[in-house]
């Protein structure tokens, strides 16, 4: 009898990396106005700095510098969108398929950045090790500023790369993708994702919120309510 082999291959994905964005412009005005005492003090903690690097270097102004705030939760101004950002991540990990019956999520970390208006301002690529979905919210940017760029988790796949046929489209063969962070696009992933901030030039203002939320089990805190 002769063997014929299969024509048709059946696909099935897994192991998927999720990044969930939106557009909600309605928030930006009013978390800017907010975040601007924030970034006032930010950068007056800084100024030591500056003055050091102008002794030792020369004036570089700010040049490469990124204003990072002391914390948003519970402040004034952040609690509805800080509300609206925790239940999100409740939502998105339970959407995932992980079982919260006997956790409850909370943000652990929010505060708001702005790179250095003279340039040159970024982050290398890290991950969130002490959270479970992470996520930004975008006040100043544009195509001109710096951006938010993912790469693959898959540390084997990242060994072993191909040349991808057409950098413009994200396909499987994709390693990187990226978004550009208008003023009120809002992104979600996994605090696994390795992600970094691209070199700022400058052009224009790059201000935004970044949180990390974490699923903590039920009886961690019951404990830690009793030894109060």
Request: hydrophobic share 35%.
């Amino acid at each position: 009898m002769k063997k014929t082999l299969p024509e048709k291959l059946y696909l099935e994905e897994y192991f998927a990396c999720p990044i969930w964005y939106a557009d909600a412009p309605e928030y930006v005005d009013e978390l800017n106005k907010a975040s601007d005492p924030f970034i006032v003090s930010a950068k007056e903690s800084m100024k030591h700095i500056e003055k050091k690097r102008t002794k030792e270097m020369g004036n570089k102004g700010d040049l490469g510098l990124v204003y990072h705030s002391t914390s948003l939760l519970n402040q004034k101004g952040f609690i509805e969108f800080q509300n609206y950002v925790g239940a999100t991540c409740h939502n998105l990990l339970n959407e995932m398929g992980f079982d919260l019956t006997n956790y409850h999520v909370f943000i652990t970390e929010m505060w708001v950045q702005e790179f250095a208006k003279d340039g040159a301002g970024h982050h290398a690529l890290h991950t969130h090790w002490n959270g479970h979905m992470s996520g930004f919210y975008f006040l100043k940017g544009s195509k001109k500023t710096s951006a938010p760029l993912f790469e693959d988790p898959r540390a084997g796949n990242m060994m072993n790369l191909l040349p991808e046929k057409d950098k413009d489209k994200v396909s499987y063969a994709s390693s990187r993708v990226h978004y550009i962070p208008n003023p009120g696009r809002m992104i979600f992933f996994p605090s696994y994702m390795p992600h970094q901030y691209t070199v700022d030039m400058g052009y224009e203002p790059f201000r935004f919120i970044h949180w990390n939320a974490q699923a903590i089990p039920k009886s961690v805190l019951d404990a830690a309510r009793n030894n109060r």
